[in-house]
């Protein structure tokens, strides 16, 4: 299954991924997310993507953001359900300018690429249908010049023109972090949780994801204030769950504004 992950801390944290770490052997990932994973950053302000498709799980080489530090944290892991193979140009998140989406779920390609100008149809890296419904909601926010405007009548767009399972995602401009629940079936299975994190003293901490036996490690986040997204409960903490059709913001003074579409 599709996983996603977003975080907005006070400050620089460092979040270490594996699958190498996790207790079963890293060919299990393989075997029930075959598809790709990816992390969004921002580095100095400016959106930064890495992410690897299943190719070839040797290709792998989560060495490459060990050292990664920012504020805003982005990931997913794919398991593809209906659009694009598992090429790492499939793999999410995605970029456009300087904003950095990742969704679960699955939206009808064709229909929804109708919805779009010629503008955002331009230079699509991919060949799945998220890209496109980010796309839309980017599109709905500059004619807007509101964001959350942009992503309600975006929103408005897909559920009334467009087959679709699942829209949920996490995005993020480099300033605010977004997060959205919704589905029109397998209800549980489109889940999506936060939690608000007070700085604590301890031990480092550590998230597990049981879907996906991901591995996520952080020194710095121990002693930081954060807002955390995931499509399941990776600690023992207070996650509280998204209702279908909630649209949270964060603000960079990590305040948490709730809407309903």
Same mark, same amino acid.
């Given at each position: 299954?599709? @996983?996603?992950?977003?975080?907005?801390?006070? @400050?620089?944290?460092?979040?270490?991924?594996?699958?190498?770490?996790?207790?079963?052997?890293?060919?299990?990932?393989?075997?029930?997310n075959p598809d790709g994973?990816?992390?969004?950053? %921002?580095?100095? =302000?400016?959106?930064?993507?890495?992410?690897?498709?299943? /190719? #070839?799980?040797?290709?792998? #080489?989560?060495?490459? $953001?060990? %050292?990664?530090?920012?504020?805003?944290?982005?990931?997913?892991?794919?398991?593809?359900?209906? %659009?694009?193979?598992?090429?790492?140009?499939?793999?999410?998140?995605f970029k456009y300018k300087?904003?950095?989406?990742?969704?679960? =779920?699955?939206v009808k390609r064709e229909?929804?690429?109708?919805?779009?100008?010629?503008?955002?149809?331009?230079?699509?890296?991919?060949?799945? /249908?998220?890209?496109? %419904?980010?796309?839309?909601?980017?599109?709905?926010?500059? @004619?807007?010049?509101?964001?959350?405007?942009?992503?309600?009548?975006?929103?408005?767009?897909? &559920?009334?023109?467009?087959?679709? *399972?699942? !829209?949920?995602?996490?995005?993020?401009? =480099?300033? *605010? +972090?977004?997060?959205?629940? #919704?589905?029109?079936?397998?209800?549980?299975?489109?889940?999506?949780?936060?939690?608000?994190? &007070?700085?604590?003293? =301890?031990?480092?901490?550590?998230?597990?994801?049981?879907?996906?036996?991901? +591995?996520?490690?952080?020194?710095? !986040?121990?002693?930081?204030?954060?807002? !955390?997204?995931?499509?399941?409960?990776?600690?023992?903490?207070?996650?509280?769950?998204?209702?279908?059709?909630? !649209?949270?913001?964060? /603000?960079?003074?990590?305040?948490?504004?709730? $809407?309903?579409?």
């Open positions: 299954m599709c @996983r996603l992950f977003g975080i907005m801390a006070n @400050r620089e944290v460092d979040i270490d991924f594996s699958f190498y770490k996790a207790d079963k052997p890293f060919k299990s990932f393989s075997r029930s994973w990816g992390i969004g950053y %921002y580095k100095n =302000g400016k959106a930064e993507v890495f992410k690897e498709g299943l /190719d #070839d799980v040797e290709k792998y #080489d989560f060495n490459k $953001i060990e %050292y990664i530090k920012s504020n805003i944290v982005i990931s997913h892991v794919r398991k593809a359900a209906q %659009y694009g193979g598992n090429s790492s140009k499939n793999a999410h998140p300087n904003w950095i989406f990742a969704h679960n =779920g699955v229909r929804i690429l109708e919805c779009l100008d010629e503008e955002y149809k331009q230079e699509l890296t991919s060949e799945n /249908d998220t890209e496109i %419904y980010f796309r839309l909601l980017l599109q709905e926010i500059n @004619r807007s010049s509101n964001v959350i405007n942009g992503i309600k009548t975006g929103i408005k767009i897909v &559920k009334e023109q467009v087959d679709y *399972t699942g !829209l949920n995602f996490v995005m993020s401009d =480099g300033e *605010t +972090l977004y997060a959205y629940r #919704d589905a029109s079936e397998n209800k549980n299975y489109y889940s999506l949780y936060f939690l608000e994190r &007070k700085p604590q003293k =301890g031990k480092e901490f550590n998230f597990k994801s049981k879907a996906t036996n991901q +591995l996520m490690h952080s020194k710095c !986040l121990l002693g930081e204030k954060a807002v !955390l997204f995931c499509s399941e409960k990776m600690t023992e903490e207070e996650w509280q769950e998204i209702e279908l059709g909630k !649209l949270f913001i964060v /603000d960079p003074k990590l305040e948490i504004t709730k $809407i309903k579409l």
